[in-house]
């Protein structure tokens, strides 16, 4: 018979059973290896009561004392980052490799920063001459905050939420997506080990539409913290409207690249192949649409297909595989989907899915897994769909600009304002364009160097709200002002 790796809610300090289960699938593989609860409003309002019962506690523990036990978590999970590694790979599909080099160390690494950040945070006050007061803001936790994470980077999201919560004061119910769930179950033992108090994290597993939505309506949930797709932010905003909840979406996004011809092409390619494919291109902040100058057009075309062509695609667990599986079969089917409807639609596939076999000219990749080859698209139109609509997989579309008015107007012609990488060698241009482009983010010559300090989050369709140092305090607190008159 086989073994099923058994996941189970963390209510209270305590894992508990649920009636409903379901199954949870490897992606490299196509076969089940967990069982994940189905829980609902049940398990739900059993969350909520213990994380409303242990928020006097935690939000009254001092600041330093909360800050030593999540440097505990950080350090607890850093020592037990190979296993966390196998289990997140197995559980998305993304190679190993990856998950021990960005995933477990950044999820370490956002618990140890929100920890400290807390401890160094200042509020303002301002003396008022006239009629003579002193002013000042003081921050309180919200309360019960209701984390809902996503599949491509179940910890590192995760973590990114829990951080600055719990640092905050806050107590939370999380609940991680249904398709990824091992990571943040195995993480309650290390919650606990840390000496996290019972009540103050609980994780209930199940769907998005049942114990996510029930999570999302509570009236005891004054605050959600969510990442995933724009559509469901669009269910969750209507859900919450009659509420005045705290909200803080992080959504998709269609990212441009633009690559002006006196860019340094020796960095600018491999950091856009990495852009683009880089956990097999299930990132917001992937790239999806790249405009290249049409003087240095061709010469990055070839490059590009060449580098694409020569990623190794295959078993997660092998060293040396550079990407891994979609996260199911249902998304490998709707990111095909849209490669198949672009080429009956005239563009051209210049490699990948349905065109390569691999660099070694074998299909050396499980059938029953869900993967597909780094694909190029070009000749496309701005307002094709695969233009437009994100596609969240390894597929990136390659079209030509003539002049930076155009370029800046054609990337910010999309519904997504996440995030965009300039490459250029001309300093004013750069500044220039990075002002002008719709982005919560722009990086210039680089990509993915992220900052907590600095503030992280979408406009337009792409979310509402910023995370990071200061901004994840802002969002996890309520301000006061406390004005006293001096007489
Ligand atoms: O995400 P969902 P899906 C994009 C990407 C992808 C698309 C759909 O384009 O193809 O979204 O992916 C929970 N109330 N991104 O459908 O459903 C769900 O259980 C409360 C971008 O898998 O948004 C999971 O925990 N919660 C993205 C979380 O929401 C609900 C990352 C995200 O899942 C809910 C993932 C509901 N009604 C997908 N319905 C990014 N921004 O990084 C679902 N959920």
Redesign the pocket.
């Known amino acids: 018979m086989t073994e099923f790796v058994q996941v189970k809610n963390f209510i209270n300090g305590k894992f508990t059973d649920c009636v409903g289960l379901l199954d949870s699938f490897n992606p490299a593989t196509g076969e089940v290896w967990a069982k994940i609860p189905d829980s609902g409003q049940y398990e739900v309002d059993a969350a909520v009561n213990a994380a409303a019962q242990a928020f006097p506690g935690w939000s009254q523990t001092p600041q330093a004392k909360r800050s030593a036990i999540l440097q505990k978590v950080a350090d607890i999970l850093e020592s037990r980052l190979d296993e966390f590694a196998v289990a997140e790979s197995r559980d998305q599909g993304k190679p190993v490799s990856l998950a021990k080099r960005m995933d477990i160390p950044r999820a370490v690494h956002n618990m140890r920063f929100f920890a400290t950040s807390c401890l160094n945070h200042q509020e303002k006050a301002n003396y008022m001459d006239i009629p003579g007061a002193l002013n000042y803001t003081t921050r309180l936790p919200v309360g019960v905050a209701g984390l ?6 179940p910890m590192y ?1 995760l973590t990114f939420k829990l951080g600055p919560a719990l640092a905050s004061g806050n107590t939370v119910v999380c ?5 990824t769930s091992v990571t943040a179950w195995m993480f309650c033992e290390v919650l606990s080990e840390a000496g996290v108090p019972p009540g103050v994290v609980n994780m209930v597993f ?4 049942k ?3 029930a ?2 309506r509570h009236p005891s949930v004054p605050l ?1 913290s ?8 669009g ?2 905003r209507a ?1 919450t409207a009659t509420q005045c909840k705290k909200l803080s979406l ?4 269609k990212n441009a690249g633009i690559i002006f011809e006196d860019a340094d092409l020796e960095k600018c390619i491999p950091t856009t192949i990495r852009s683009s494919f880089v956990n097999q291109g ?4 992937c790239t999806s649409r790249v405009f290249v100058q049409r003087s240095i057009y061709d010469r990055f075309l070839e490059k590009f297909i060449a580098e694409a062509r020569a990623i190794k695609v295959g078993d997660p667990s092998a060293p040396d595989t550079w990407m891994g599986a979609l ?2 079969k249902e ?1 490998a089917a ?2 095909t989907g849209y490669i198949q409807r672009a080429a009956e639609g005239g563009a051209t596939v210049q490699c990948g899915h349905g065109i390569d076999t691999g660099i070694d000219g074998s299909n050396a990749i499980n059938p029953k897994g869900y993967f597909v080859r780094p694909t190029i698209i070009t000749d496309v139109k701005d307002d094709d769909a695969i233009m437009q ?5 390894p597929v990136v579309c390659v079209v030509p600009f003539d002049n930076e008015e155009e370029v800046v107007r054609r990337a910010n012609g999309v519904q997504y304002g ?1 995030c965009a990488a300039v490459w250029t060698s001309d300093a004013s241009r750069l500044h220039r364009v990075a002002r002008k482009l719709e982005a919560g983010t722009v990086w210039a010559n680089c990509w993915l160097v992220r900052d907590l300090h600095m503030p992280f989050g ?1 406009c337009k369709s ?2 509402v709200g910023r995370e990071g140092a200061v901004d994840s305090i802002e969002f996890y607190t309520e301000v006061k002002t406390v004005c006293v008159q001096i007489e």
């Open positions: 809902i994470s996503p599949w491509n980077l999201l609940k991680p997506s249904e398709m199940g769907t998005g539409p114990a996510g939505d999570l999302v959600i969510f990442t995933g797709g724009t559509a469901t932010a269910v969750i859900a992080e959504l998709g996004g299930e990132v917001c902040l996260v199911s998304h709707k990111v609509e994100e596609v969240f997989g996440l979408g792409s979310g």
